[in-house]
């Protein structure tokens, strides 16, 4: 066929005309599924079929027009689908004009009456068509195929138009000119095609002088189909720019959300950091009041209750002393006197409990060999003490915190290690001090989570070394036994009395011993 001087085949012109309404109907149906910012994907979706149902009918209409060039007879039930394709796809594009005017609520009477009024127009139209045109199929076919040009198509294309310059305002109104004018272009790309769908094929139910097709083909060169197609290209050019659109404003709202959710994570993320600062200093101010009131405590055992007991004893001996002729009653003055004798030595262990005097007068290692030594005696373990590098004493708070560590770690190992030897190793170095406690014992599976009160022990170890700064770790599994591992940094530039202050202590800090300040930066 020869247009405007060009020879091209017309089943081009229907391949590119349902080429660009099939991609228009992807471009909808993909846009309808998601969370859509082009429109509702209730208007979306009759759209989408509309593309896709219509593009589905040019092809068709491709096929039937090169049958004889394709060799190919198809079936007769071919131009009825052909037909049945036309309606639905029209009604789809009525359906979409009237869900778009519905939810904008543009008009003043409902959408709604408008498609019910024309699908019954044309019902009528055919129910009489059939009854006038009985016995010829070709002949009912033609006459349909233009009543639903004329009746669905026109005002389905115009109800389209009208229903996405409504839809345009929001956009231009909000400083979405792209989105805005995207829309209006389709709006006239729909409007020119509804008048292009009333040239039809010349039909002898209309007066010879009407517009049809082959008058527009003899008058232009053009034939009707290629109007058609251009608005095609149009309409699905539009759209798609626009579902661009709305895909670019889609990432931009992703990545604000983004950089929000990265925001809020990072304030998160500090509030946690200055919540973990604000525990490890409750902590080790819990610490620190907690051994004051212990030694508070055991200066009242000391000063009061243990003078007065050895008052006490005392007066006995001296009673014992006096009175030589009271026959009978030496056997009870020497009960008391034990029993007195009993109640300080338990007093002293409850005093050595509370703060043992050997921490602050002579610093941690001492402290910990006793402590060793009184295990055989009273925990019936075997604790072999190490030492390596140079002994130096440590911040007060560090010394209780470790000496607190290693006497909950023998307790866990005397009571649920089922074994009598341990091992406590004491690493100095310049910078960082490191505890060990191994024992060979049962072990025990940590994936398991103990129900308390077990478990409360490790948890307390962990607390007192992340009070002073430390990092707490444990290896262990059933079987194989235990070890306890505690580091803690050595930060040399704080004065040392005013920890060992701090802790409440008011014994012997006049010893010559070199002094070395170990108090961690507990701020992390």
């Not at 040019?58 to 394709?85: D, Q």
């Not at 006096?322 to 338990?346: A, F, K, P, V, W």
Request: a neutral charge; hydrophobic letters at 45%; aromatic letters at 8%.
């Amino acid at each position: 066929m020869h247009i405007i001087g060009l020879n091209i085949d017309i089943a081009l012109i229907f391949f590119v005309y349902g080429l660009a309404f099939f991609c228009m109907g992807l471009a909808m149906t993909l846009e309808s599924s998601r969370s859509s910012l082009l429109a509702d994907a209730r208007v979306l979706l009759p759209l989408a079929l509309f593309g896709l149902i219509h593009g589905s009918h040019e092809w068709l209409e491709m096929m039937l027009f090169k049958e004889a060039a394709f060799g190919v007879l198809y079936s007769p039930l071919v131009p009825w689908l052909r037909l049945g394709l036309l309606v639905v796809s029209f009604s789809c594009l009525i359906a979409f004009g009237i869900q778009a005017l519905r939810i904008q609520r543009c008009l003043k009477i409902d959408a709604l009456y408008i498609g019910i009024v024309l699908i019954a127009v044309y019902v009528i139209i055919i129910l009489l068509t059939t009854i006038t045109h009985q016995g010829s199929t070709t002949h009912f076919i033609k006459h349909a195929d233009a009543w639903a040009r004329y009746v669905l198509a026109v005002p389905g294309a115009i109800l389209a138009a009208i229903a996405m310059l409504y839809q345009s305002k929001t956009p231009l109104a909000t400083n979405r000119r792209i989105l805005g004018l995207s829309w209006k272009w389709a709006a006239v790309g729909f409007a020119i095609y509804g008048l292009t769908q009333a040239i039809v094929s010349p039909l002898d139910i209309f007066p010879a002088s009407i517009v049809n097709a082959e008058t527009f083909l003899n008058t232009t060169g053009i034939p009707i189909q290629v109007i058609r197609a251009v608005m095609a290209l149009l309409i699905t050019y539009s759209l798609i720019r626009a579902t661009q659109t709305v895909e670019e404003e889609r990432r931009n709202q992703l990545e604000k959300a983004h950089l929000a959710r990265v925001d809020a994570l990072e304030r998160m993320q500090q509030e946690m950091h200055k919540r973990e600062e604000m525990r490890r200093k409750l902590l080790r101010h819990t610490v620190i009041a907690q051994e004051e009131e212990r030694a508070r405590i055991a200066r009242e055992l000391h000063d009061q209750t243990a003078q007065t007991l050895s008052a006490f004893s005392l007066n006995l001996a001296t009673l014992q002393n006096t009175c030589n002729d009271c026959q009978g009653d030496d056997d009870l003055i020497y009960q008391l006197q034990e029993r007195c004798h009993e109640m300080s030595q338990g007093i002293y262990r409850i005093m050595h409990d509370l703060r043992p005097s050997q921490l602050d007068d002579l610093g941690l290692v001492p402290a910990i060999q006793q402590l060793a030594d009184e295990g055989l005696e009273n925990l019936g373990l075997k604790v072999h003490v190490k030492v390596n590098g140079r002994k130096m004493r440590l911040d007060s708070v560090v010394e209780t915190a470790v000496y607190r560590i290693v006497q909950e770690a023998l307790t866990n190992v005397s009571q649920h290690a089922n074994t009598k030897y341990t091992s406590v190793i004491l690493n100095f170095d310049t910078d960082q001090f490191k505890l060990q406690v191994r024992d060979s014992g049962i072990g025990f599976d940590t994936r398991k989570n103990p129900s308390p009160p077990r478990g409360w022990g490790l948890a307390g170890m962990r607390e007192r070394s992340e009070a002073v700064g430390g990092v707490f770790h444990l290896e262990t599994k059933s079987g194989m036994g235990t070890n306890i591992e505690v580091s803690i940094p050595i930060n040399h530039n704080q004065n040392v009395e005013q920890s060992r202050n701090a802790i409440g202590s008011s014994t012997h800090q006049d010893e010559e011993i070199q002094y070395v300040n170990h108090t961690p930066d507990v701020s992390g």
